[in-house]
């Protein structure tokens, strides 16, 4: 009772809707797909109560009646996409490869909503439901796994750290052409006035053209080499 007490409020901690005013006409869950949905299509900056109002037919002041703030609403859409992963199997076989798994589809839904990743970059660390619920699921996968409980809080930030990275360099949000970028990096190096560069490019050879059908080969390859490391159980290749 008394960490419910101690608990700071969030969007969670209060009912779906405010008791005066008139019978609902919406829902939480509708309206932060409303939400979703507007910055899928025109991105974060998009989103504001006056604008979700005006997608959903209505005025903005009844939406405050379901949602406090902008912030409880950017809450409730980062949940919501945290609730799109699959979290029903139960954790079983390989944890290393229940963990690739689970960061596969942690990239892929960063890939269909691009703006999650600013929206994290601007706001507190605030975990809804659907948050805790993968938390916990990842640390369920983990727990054969070697490494104290710190190190494993570890490798699930690692994990959702990556999954961001790369779904920005699919995107293009982080610059560049994979083999425009390797051409330049090996131009400089040629140059002589890096020879470490030099050196390390030359003894790892050309990389291997990146195949189209496969956007997912380096990062599974990262994760299966960095995760076991962390847990001091050394990459696996």
Do not use: C
């Amino acid at each position: 009772m008394a960490d419910r007490e101690t608990r700071p409020p969030t969007v969670w901690s209060r009912p779906d809707r405010g008791a005066r005013g008139p019978a609902p006409e919406r829902s939480r869950p509708q309206i932060t797909g409303a939400a979703v949905a507007l910055a899928d299509e025109e991105g974060l900056a998009a989103v504001s109560m006056r604008a979700l109002a005006h997608r959903l037919g209505t005025g903005p002041a009844s939406l405050y009646r379901y949602v406090g703030s902008r912030d409880e609403l950017l809450d409730l859409m980062a949940d919501a996409v945290a609730g799109e992963l699959d979290l029903s199997a139960a954790p079983a076989g390989d944890w290393l490869d229940g963990l690739v798994g689970l960061a596969l589809q942690s990239k892929a839904a960063h890939l269909r909503h691009p703006w999650l990743a600013d929206l994290n970059d601007r706001r507190g660390e605030v975990l809804g439901p659907h948050a805790v619920d993968y938390l916990d699921h990842a640390l369920a996968i983990l727990a054969p796994a070697p490494g104290t409980a710190g190190q494993k809080l570890e490798a699930v930030g690692l994990l959702g750290g990556l999954a961001v990275l790369f779904a920005r360099r699919e995107t293009g949000t982080t610059g560049g052409d994979r083999s425009d970028r390797a051409a330049h990096l090996a131009a400089v190096a040629a140059e002589g006035r890096h020879p470490h560069l030099l050196a390390a490019l030359t003894e790892a050879g050309a990389p291997p053209p990146a195949d189209p059908t496969d956007r997912d080969a380096l990062f599974v390859r990262l994760l299966r080499r960095l995760l076991p490391a962390m847990l001091g159980e050394g990459g696996r290749g």
